[in-house]
Structure formats: structure tokens, C-alpha cells
DNA sequence: GCCTCATGTTGAT
DNA sequence: TCAACCTGAGGCT
């Protein structure tokens, strides 16, 4: 269940496992034969992310487009691959190296072409050096939609999901209902860059951590905590606790078809 | 073992 | 606004 910065890694795993040689394709599931046998064999040219779509270059102009949904998850190992457990829509494998993809919403090959159809509807993603900021402002500053909504909105922002959304408002102090025309250039600002920040750091680390080294369970002098999707945050699936930094109990809704969370103290702005 | 929920998106209503 | 997609983890029995 990634945001962008996941499929940042996986781009990079991609390249470091399975790149400048060729990969043998396979659809073990059989749901993506068709495809894996135009590319078997090939020789992976590059890989790249654009928000929380993976695309692998091959040889020959064929894209290989991956969008893991709510579900997809790839599994990466040391060759020789072992038989493929379960629902394996896409196996890569080489001598040395094998990854097993399940669950994805996509997995297509797409040309050139199609590739930049795909670019053309996503926002900007803070994670690329490509990216233009003020592509996003353009668009927050003249909307009626809440700041919550617009991050959460790929045309808008590529890349950020629930967990940024609801940590970056956060941070930065911002209630999540204001419009986006409501939002002063500044603060506009403040986002991208907390955003690219704290995306950058997950990249890393495989994992999103957003509490301040201030606000640490250690440094409040509270017991140490360990959030269940596996990172340290002020408010993402924190309904009822109390703010990490004023102890206001976290408040959650329903937003857009989304959990939404915030503490209505600390994000007046 | 069964049920619910989830870091997401699309397309129908 | 909501169902569908389709997988795994965690909570409950």
C-alpha cells in the first residue's frame, strides 16, 4: 500500500536488480501473458517513477506501466527464483536476481507515446528534479476544493497520499478544510518543500517518519510508541489519541471517500 | 477461520 | 457518491 515514495525505491530497486541486462518476463498468473511475451528477453533499459506510477524502458520502445493500487506489492529476491507462490501477475528474473509483482491495479505496456499521455494527466511529483511546483500552484490557488482534497488529487500533486496529506497539514499547521484558494503563496511554498523533504527521507527508509525530533516520545518524556504501518506520525490513524504535542484528541472524518485526520488545536491556520 | 480495513484509482450512477 | 478491482494484515472468535 505505497505512496510515491515507494515507488521511487522500487524504480531504483528495479534499475539495480534488473538493469543494462536482459530480464526474463513471465506472467505466472497468467493475466499479464500476453504482454511478458513481447518483452521476454529484452534488455531493461531504464526505470523511472512519476508519482505513484512505475514505468520499466525496455529495448524496442516498450514501456512497462505499473500502478500498484491499494494492494499491489512487489517482492524482490536472490536468484535462482523459486517456484512463484500464490497470484504472481509479473515475474522479472535474471540469474542473479527475481521480482514477483501481485496485485496490481495496472501492468501494461504502453509506447512512447501513451508514456507521455500518462505524464501529461499527473501534477508534479516532488520527488522528480523535473518538477514545477507552481504547475500545482497554478491549479490549488484557484480552487474552491479543500487543501485535503487538492493533495490527495494526482492531477494536482503526483505522488502524495493519505499519510503525507494528513502529516504534511500537520507540520505546517494548516486546517485540512480550507479552500485552496484560501491558501497564501507562502504557505504553498511550505508544503512543497516539507513535502519533498519528508518524501526524500521515506525514499530512504522505506517507510514515512514525520515527528519532529522535539516531539519524539522520548523527548515529551511519554513511553516510547511504534505506529502500526510501521513509521513514527502526529496524526495519520491516530483517531482519539491525544496530539502528540498539545494532547487534543486527534479528530478523523470521512473526506472525499478518505480517512481524513487532524488535530483541531495545532491546525488553526 | 472469519471479518474488517487499508499508504489507490476508475467508471458507473 | 459508491461499487469494483483484488491482496494481506490484524482483530476477533
Not at 513514527?232 to 480517512?259: I, Q, S
Amino acid at each position: 500500500m505505497p505512496e510515491g515514495h515507494i515507488i521511487h525505491r522500487l524504480a531504483t530497486e528495479n534499475r539495480k536488480a534488473f538493469g543494462g541486462r536482459a530480464a526474463r518476463v513471465s506472467s505466472p498468473q497468467g493475466r499479464f501473458a500476453e504482454g511478458a511475451k513481447l518483452i521476454d528477453g529484452q534488455l531493461l533499459a531504464g526505470a523511472e517513477a512519476h508519482g505513484k506510477h512505475l514505468f520499466l524502458g525496455f529495448e524496442g520502445e516498450s514501456w512497462l506501466h505499473i500502478h500498484l493500487g491499494l494492494y499491489g506489492g512487489f517482492t524482490f529476491g536472490a536468484g535462482p527464483a523459486p517456484t512463484p507462490v500464490g497470484l504472481v501477475r509479473l515475474r522479472l528474473e535474471n540469474d542473479d536476481a527475481y521480482a514477483d509483482l501481485r496485485g496490481p491495479t495496472t501492468c501494461e505496456l504502453l509506447t512512447p507515446a501513451e508514456k507521455a499521455a500518462v505524464h501529461a494527466r499527473l501534477g508534479p511529483d516532488p520527488l522528480r528534479p523535473d518538477a514545477d511546483p507552481d504547475a500545482a500552484w497554478q491549479r490549488i490557488s484557484r480552487s474552491g476544493s479543500t487543501v485535503a482534497a487538492l493533495l490527495m488529487d494526482q492531477k494536482v500533486l503526483a505522488g502524495v497520499g493519505n499519510v503525507y496529506r494528513a502529516e504534511v497539514l500537520f507540520r505546517l499547521g494548516i486546517a485540512p478544510h480550507r479552500p485552496g484558494r484560501g491558501l497564501a503563496r507562502a504557505e504553498w511554498d511550505a508544503i512543497w518543500a516539507d513535502l519533498a523533504a519528508l518524501m526524500r527521507d521515506g525514499t530512504v527508509a522505506g517507510r514515512i517518519d514525520t515527528v519532529r525530533p522535539e516531539h519524539t516520545p522520548e523527548a515529551m518524556g511519554r513511553p516510547p510508541r511504534v505506529d502500526d504501518h510501521g513509521g513514527e506520525v502526529y496524526v495519520y490513524r491516530r483517531a482519539a489519541l491525544p496530539c502528540l504535542v498539545c494532547g487534543t484528541g486527534v479528530r478523523t472524518e470521512t473526506h472525499a471517500a478518505r480517512n481524513l485526520f487532524w488535530c483541531p488545536r495545532c491546525q488553526q491556520r
